[in-house]
């Protein structure tokens, strides 16, 4: 959950990101330069077993699943996902909406 809307937070992959905006470097994402990249976007601390980080996270013009509209911000995984099938992490909180 971001702490700053209280919105579900599903995350995406970088490749997938970097799809949707491929006007951003990656000397951007590591420097941490996203803010000023994504209109509405800002960092939030999470903690995984791995330790603690920060996530960018974004509000999408849209996130749309098998025809249903559903709202979560996303947030920028640098990590891959253990299986490259996946591009998502859907929140577990949109489940009731689909």
């Known amino acids: 959950m971001d702490p700053v809307s209280y919105t579900p937070?599903?995350?995406?992959?970088?490749?997938v990101f970097l799809q949707m905006f491929p006007e951003i470097s990656a000397d951007q994402i590591l420097l941490h330069e996203l803010e000023?990249?994504?209109?509405?976007?800002?960092?939030?601390d999470y903690q995984t077993v791995n330790g603690k980080s920060q996530l960018f996270v974004f509000p999408p013009d849209k996130i749309q699943i098998n025809g249903i509209s559903v709202h979560s911000l996303l947030g920028v995984s640098a990590q891959n996902f253990g299986n490259q099938k996946y591009d998502a992490i859907l929140n577990?909180?949109?489940?009731?909406a689909l």
């Open 9 to 15: 937070v599903s995350i995406i992959s970088l490749p």
């Open 92 to 96: 577990v909180k949109l489940g009731g």
């Open 36 to 44: 000023t990249c994504v209109q509405g976007g800002h960092y939030i």
